[in-house]
């Protein structure tokens, strides 16, 4: 999970040279790139005992961590609203014919969408994510996509908790190397104290660009905020600093009178 943050500064920093501008942390904090920044990859290998030796790939934007796809036997399985362009063929190749290579799930990368933030995590949970995908291409054919969205730990489900939360929220990072190692004796339920903060992450990262917080974010101090969150999202912080512009009363006025003709 290290390398996540590590090329993430990468490409901020590259993006503010681009710019000649200098990147800076926010109260000591990555966010996301302004600009987008494409897609990164994540390698789901099975553990020794497995029955299955493949590797499965799941694929994430830079933009919000959003999952939003993965690839399985030569097959990239898309989520509904993906939004970035897949990595070259190069990289990991795949058939040209679109029905082939290429299947859009019916899902969403919304948490109802996916089976839910209430997630049993551990080795089975990566196991049944792992062997889920890998069989993703016969789920599909018999019209069985269950697995995928049901259960305790939901395939679709586990990347995004296991994964873009993590990296989000860094209390549930140190709690699940704590409580989810390949050694664990059994999976655990993510606790309530974390998944509750999943859907506020837009509105946390932006008061920390603004410095204010909103009614709904009262319970909180700025300090407490920024202990709570690792990196943030860049899109928050341009509705900050780009506020739609006001016309002032004059401005108005002499909008309204603009293309009126003077009767003389």
């Keep these: 999970m290290e390398e996540i943050p590590a090329k993430l500064e ?19 904090k990555l966010c996301t790139p302004p600009k987008g920044g494409g897609t990164f990859l994540v390698r789901l290998v099975p553990r020794r005992e497995s029955n299955f030796d493949e590797p499965v790939y799941l694929l994430f934007r830079w933009k919000d961590l959003y999952f939003e796809a993965f690839y399985s ?9 993906h939004e970035e362009k897949l990595p070259p063929r ?4 795949y058939s040209e014919k679109p029905d082939e290579g290429i299947y859009v799930l019916m899902n969403t990368t919304s948490y109802g969408s996916i ?4 997630v049993v995590l551990g080795p089975r949970a990566w196991d049944h994510c792992h062997v889920s995908f890998l069989k993703a291409d016969d789920l599909v054919r ?8 049901s259960g305790e730990s939901p395939a679709l489900a586990v990347p995004v908790v296991g994964i873009s939360e993590p990296l989000r929220f860094p209390q549930l990072q140190k709690w699940i190397v704590e409580n989810c190692t390949a050694t664990a004796s059994s999976d655990v339920m993510v606790p309530y104290e974390f998944t509750k903060h999943f859907t506020n992450w837009g509105d946390l990262s932006t008061a920390l660009f603004s410095g204010k917080l909103t009614e709904k974010l009262k319970a909180y101090t700025l300090e407490q905020i920024a202990e709570m969150l690792g990196i943030l999202m860049s899109g928050k912080r341009e509705a ?17 009178n603009r293309g009126k003709r003077k009767d003389n």
């Design 73 to 81: 036997r030569g097959k990239w399985y898309r989520l509904k609203d």
């Design 115 to 118: 089976g839910g933030s209430s």
């Design 10 to 28: 990468t490409i901020l920093n590259q993006q503010a040279e681009k710019e000649n501008t200098k990147f800076e942390k926010i109260a000591g």
């Design 240 to 256: 900050v600093r780009s506020p739609p512009k006001k016309k002032n009363d004059h401005e108005a006025g002499s909008s309204r």
């Design 90 to 93: 190069s990289q990991l190749p």
């Design 142 to 149: 018999q019209s069985n996509k269950k697995p995928l969205t």
